[in-house]
């Protein structure tokens, strides 16, 4: 799928932290390819040793390549384009995608799994690679979205949890069976815990996790959609969260789009919040 070959160089400034990522190491050699192993990332060691090493493959996730771009352009370095740029483990923003392709002459390859499964979807390599999404299920296997309540199949465009079935899924947890029942329905789709949606050509898009989802009312809001709604604060407060700067949840809820600055930080609601936080 990746033309990995003899002649691939693949820098990898991830930790061999789960099977995924050894995994993909080992497949690299197997085809008698190169690993360039970072023993801990830094943007500038890493910029020199692809020029250095004559890496063609580069493997990271989102803040690798945000601090990759930032380094090129505080210090005008410039690397040759490389054959293949890839990301997983965490969302690719739109923004960091088009950042990346003008300052490295190649577009990401954004792609996503986890240990248990080790691939579940990828954007092509021949073909549209689209910002904001991890592409389609590899040959051979299914990815679906459902209801986090229902556990029913959802419409394209819905928000739900993502589950994928197919022969690159684990047996199960070892010595675990009742978490392993859990993860799994009785005609066999895992459940990842991420949410997500697809398009309506099969392209999917993650949104968050599941664990983090808030039941409010009848409605089911993730986490990642509430906060910026929720809680808005300035530059200055250098936070994301209104409650750790003393601000109490009465004064956060109220119905009237106002700022107020308490211990030094402004903190910009809005009255969605309060609809959100009141279902």
Known sequence: LFRFHAETRNQRGLRAGHLRRTGLAEHHMAFGGTVVMLPRFEAGKALEMIERDAVNVFEGVPTMYGRLVEESRRTGTRVRPLRLLVSGSAPLSPQLFAEVAETFGQRILERYGMTETIMNTTNPY???RRP????????????????????EPLPDGETGEIEVRGPHVFAGYW??????????????????GDLGQRDADGYFHITGRARELIISGLRTIAASEGRPL????????GGCSGFQYGFTFDEITNDDDTTMTKNGVSLLIDAMSYQYLIG
């Open 230 to 237: 929720m809680l808005r604060v300035s530059v200055e407060g």
């Open 132 to 151: 904001g999404t991890v592409g389609q299920p590899y040959p051979g296997q299914e990815a679906r979205v459902v209801d986090v309540r229902t556990r």
């Open 175 to 192: 010595r675990r069976p009742d978490a392993t029942a859990e993860a799994f329905d009785a005609e066999g789709w895992f459940r990842t």
């Open 126 to 128: 021949e073909g549209e």
